[in-house]
C-alpha cells in the first residue's frame, strides 16, 4: 500500500503544502516517523519536532503558522489528530481485510451456510447447522460447534472457542483464546460431600459491535431457552470471567481479569476496572463505575456512583477512610494515651470530688 | 429426540392426566415454555403460570390441586423438581454422548491404546504411547502429550491440551482452553541479577469426577516421581491457577479467577470463592470457607472456619471491622476532638491543682 | 537413557564408592527413589534416609561420613545439590529436546525461512514472511501469524499464538495458550455513549531468555513503531495481563494472575507477587518488591521498595496498619468509652468552675 500526499490529502480532504508527490507507505510519531511515514501535529508541545522530524509528510491545523524554516511536506485539516485517526483506521481496515479465501486443510460440518467473501483458516473447524454471515475472518484453530450463528463482518482470532448454540452479532471481534459458552459452574451439594453436576443446557448471545479481548471465558446459562447475553456495544477485555445467566448491558467497557459471578445484570455504559469481582444475583445500575480490584456484594440502584473497595462503597469515601487506615497505628497511639490521661484525670476527679464535697 | 407424555411419565414413574400423547421434544420454564415443552411447578408461587403457560406438558406433585381450569396435561410426581433434574440430565447425556467417531484429519502417535466409542474431533492431536479409555471425547484442537493416561467417560472440550506424563482419571470433565502440566514457576536467582531456569519434571494427576473450566492452568511438580494432585469430585472453574506441586483435596470447589501458590495443600470439602489467593507452602483444613478476593497468608489448622480479607481472618470480625473502616474519618475527628477537650481538661486540671493545693 | 554410575560420576568430576557399574536411568528423592535411580543427600536431616534408600546410587558430599553400614553407592562431589541440578538439567535439556522433525498436517505460509534442527508439530500454523531460529520447537496447534521473527532455541508450546509481527528472541520458553500480541484495550467514547475502536498497530517486542507461562495475554502497542517490549531475563508466570505499551524491566519475575495497565514501564529485576494489579502510565523503579494483590495506583520513583495493600504502601507499615485494623472495633468501643468520660469530666469541670469560681 502506497500513496501520493495529494492522494491522502484529497481523502482528508485537506490541503498540500509541500510536495504532493511524496511517496506515503506507513503511519508514525512525529518524533520518531522515518522517511515515507506521514505523522500529525496536534498538540503544540510537540511542535519542535515538526523542524526536525524526518517523515515525508506532516498533517497540521490549518491556521499552522510556523515559527522556523520548514522542510517537509504539509497537508492542512481542520482537526489533525481526527485525520490521523482516519488514516489509522482505513489502514487497519485494509490489514484486516487482507485475510480471505479458504486455507486447507479445514474441517466443515454438515448443513453450514457461509456468506461471500470470507476467510476460513487452516485448521479451523466448523459443526454442523452453522450460519456463517459475509465477510466473516475465521483464522486459524477457531472451533465453531453446532448450530452457531456468526453475522456480518465479524473477525475470530485464531483458537477463538464457539461452543454449541452460542450467537455472534455483526460486527464483532474477539481475541485469540477466548473461549464462549462452557458451562456454567454448576454443582448440587449431596449428602454424603460429594457435588452433583447440573447440567447446562442454555447458550451465550452476543449481540452487535462487541469487542473480547483474549483467553477471555463466558459461560453459557443454565436453563434451556435461557441465555447469557452480552449487549451491543459492550467491549470487554483479557482474561475476564462472565459466569452463567449474566447479562452486560449495552456499552459497558471492563477492563481485564475482572469476574462477574452468575445471574448478575449489569447496566449499560458502566466502566468497570481490572481486577473487579462481582458476586452472584445482583443488579448493577446504568452508567456507574467501579474502581479496580473492587469487590461488589450488593445491588447497585441508584445510577452514576463511583465505587470501590471490599465491599465497596463511594469512592471518596473509599480513599478517605483509607488515608485514616495508613495512619491507624498511630491513631492507635493516640487513644491509648488519652485513656491514660483519662485515667490520671479520673485519680484527679476524686481529689476533686472530695474537694466538692467538702463545699 | 422426541417423546409421548405418558412415556416420560414412566421414566419418572407418575401417572398422566390429560393427553398421554402429546409429542415431547425439550424442556422449558413454565412462563416461557411452548408447544412441545415440558416444564415443571415446583415453587408455588409460580402456580399461576399452570393455568396459561404454552408447554405441551407441566411435571406437579402428587397432590396438586388446580383451582382454576386446567388444559395442559399433568404429570404427577412425588417431588417435581427432582423429576425435572432427572429428565435434564437425560437430556444432556443424550447431547454429551451424541459425538462419537473420528474426524479427519487428526494426529495419533505411537503405541497408542484407545477405548471403544471414543470421539476424536478433527485436528487433535495424541502424541506416543498415551492411553485413553472407554467412551471418551476428544474434541477439536485437543493436545494430548506423550504417556498421557485418560479413563474412560472422560471429555476433553475443543482446545484443552494435556502435556506429556499427565493422569487424568475417569468421569472428568475439562473445558476450552485449560492447559494441564505445563511448568511450575521455578527460577534460582543468580549473581548477576539473572534467573536460572530450574527444570520441572513432574506431572499432574487428576483423580476421578473432576470438573474444569475453561482457560484454567495446573502446573506440573518440580521434582521427579512428584505430582500435582487435583483429588477426587473437586470441582473448579474458569481461570483458576493451580502451581506446581500444590494438592488440592477431593470435594473442594473453587471460583472462578482464584489462585493457589507452589506446594500448598488445600483440605477436603473446601469452599473457594473467586479471585482468592493463597501463598505457597500452606496448609488448609478441612472444610474451610475462603471468602471471595481473600487473601490467604498462613496455614488454616482448625476445620470449618470461614475467613476472609487480605490477610485473611474470621468473616464475622472482618466485616465488623470493614464497617468501622468505612467511618474511620469519623473516627479519626472524633478522636480529634477528644483530644482538644482533655486538653482544655488538662488545663483545668493545673487550676484544680491550685484549688486541691489550697486545701 | 541409561548411564551407569561411573558414567554420571565422570559428568559430575565425582568418585565412585561403590558398585559403578550400576544402571541409572532416572532421578528421585532419597526417600522415595527405587532401583534404577540416582538420588542426593544435602541437607542431614535426611541422612537417615541413606540408611535405608532403594536408590541404585547417591550423590553426597566427598567428606561424607557413614554412621552405619551402607549398601547403596556413592558419588562423591564438592557440592552434592549443585551436581543434582545439573543432572537435572541435562535431564531436561535431552527431554525438551527429543522433539523434532515435521508433523503432519502443518501449515506453511510463503516467505517463510526456517534453520536447521527444528520441530514442527501436526496442525501448527505458520503464516507468510515469517524468520524462524535454528532448534525452535513449535508444538502442534502453534499460530505464528506474518511477519514473525524467532530467534534460535525457543520452544512454544502447544497452541501458543503468535499475532502478525511479534518479534520472539533466542533462549525463550512459551507455555501453551499464551497470546501475544492481542490488540490492545483502546475504544473512544462517542456523544452517544458507544465506543470507537482505536486501531491497535503496533507489536510486541520479546528479548532473549525470557519464559512466559500458561494462558497469559501480551497486547500489542497502539501506534506504529511502537512496542510493548519484555526485555531480556524476564519470567512471567501464567494468567498475567500485560496491556498495549507496556515494558517490563530485564530480569523482572512477576507472579501468575498479575494485571498490568497500558503504557506503564516496571523497572528492572523486580519481584512481583501473584494477582497484583498496576495501573497504567505508571513507572515503577528497579529491584521493587509487590506483595501479593497489591492494587499499585502512583508511580514508584525510589528503588528497593517492599509494598503491599490498594493503594499499596510499604510493606510493614501496612501490616502495622492492618494489625489495628483487625481491631477496629474494640478501638470503636475504647473511643466511645473514652467519649462517656470525658462528658462525665465536662459536667464535673462545671462543678470545678463552680469550685475555682469561688476562690
Known amino acids: 500500500m502506497e500513496f501520493t500526499v495529494s492522494q491522502i490529502a ?21 518524533q ?14 510537540y511542535e519542535h ?26 497537508i492542512l485539516v481542520d482537526d489533525p489528530y481526527s485525520s490521523f485517526t482516519l488514516l489509522l483506521e482505513e489502514y487497519h ?17 454438515k448443513n453450514v451456510t457461509t456468506g461471500k467473501n470470507i476467510y476460513r483458516g487452516a485448521f479451523s473447524y466448523i459443526g454442523n447447522n452453522v450460519t456463517v454471515g459475509e465477510n466473516v475472518k475465521i483464522y486459524p484453530h477457531v472451533y465453531v460447534g ?6 456480518d463482518n465479524t473477525i475470530l482470532h485464531a483458537n477463538v472457542k464457539l461452543y454449541a448454540d452460542t450467537k455472534v452479532g455483526s460486527n464483532c471481534v474477539i481475541h485469540s483464546g477466548t473461549v464462549i459458552g462452557s458451562d456454567g459452574f454448576g454443582f448440587a451439594p449431596q449428602e454424603d460431600g460429594t457435588y452433583k453436576t447440573i447440567p447446562q443446557l442454555g447458550n451465550v448471545i452476543i449481540e452487535d459491535n462487541v469487542a473480547i479481548g483474549a483467553n477471555t471465558v463466558i459461560d453459557c446459562a443454565t436453563l434451556f431457552g435461557d441465555s447469557t447475553i452480552i449487549r ?6 483479557n482474561l475476564i470471567q462472565v459466569a452463567h445467566n449474566v447479562e ?8 481485564a481479569q475482572t469476574g462477574i459471578s452468575g445471574s448478575s445484570k449489569i447496566g449499560e455504559n458502566n466502566m468497570i476496572a481490572g481486577q473487579v469481582g462481582i458476586a452472584g444475583h445482583l443488579v448493577i445500575a446504568n452508567h456507574t463505575g467501579i474502581g479496580a480490584q473492587a469487590g461488589i456484594s450488593k445491588s447497585i440502584k441508584e445510577e452514576g456512583q463511583k465505587i470501590i473497595g471490599y465491599p465497596a462503597f463511594d469512592v471518596k469515601e473509599y480513599f478517605k477512610s483509607y488515608a485514616v487506615f495508613k495512619r491507624l497505628p498511630d491513631l492507635n497511639d493516640r487513644l491509648r494515651e488519652l485513656e491514660k490521661k483519662i485515667a490520671q484525670l479520673n485519680s484527679l476527679e476524686n481529689q476533686v470530688e472530695k474537694v466538692g464535697g467538702d463545699e
Do not use: C, H, W
Request: aromatic content about 6%.
Open 146 to 151: 453446532d448450530n452457531v450463528v456468526i453475522g
Open 10 to 30: 484529497g481523502m482528508l480532504k485537506g490541503t498540500v503544502q509541500g510536495d504532493g508527490n511524496e511517496k506515503i507507505n506507513m503511519l508514525g510519531k512525529i
Open 248 to 255: 452486560i448491558g449495552k456499552n459497558t467497557v471492563i477492563a
Open 32 to 45: 520518531e516517523a522515518k522517511k515515507g511515514q506521514i505523522a500529525f501535529l496536534a498538540n503544540p508541545k
Open 93 to 109: 481496515k485494509a490489514i484486516s481485510f487482507q485475510k480471505s479465501g479458504i486455507e486447507e486443510p479445514s474441517f466443515v460440518g
Open 49 to 74: 519536532f515538526i523542524y526536525t522530524t524526518q517523515a515525508s509528510a506532516v498533517i497540521v491545523k490549518k491556521d499552522f503558522q510556523a515559527r522556523k524554516e520548514l522542510t517537509v511536506t504539509l
Open 232 to 237: 451491543k456495544g459492550v467491549k470487554l477485555d
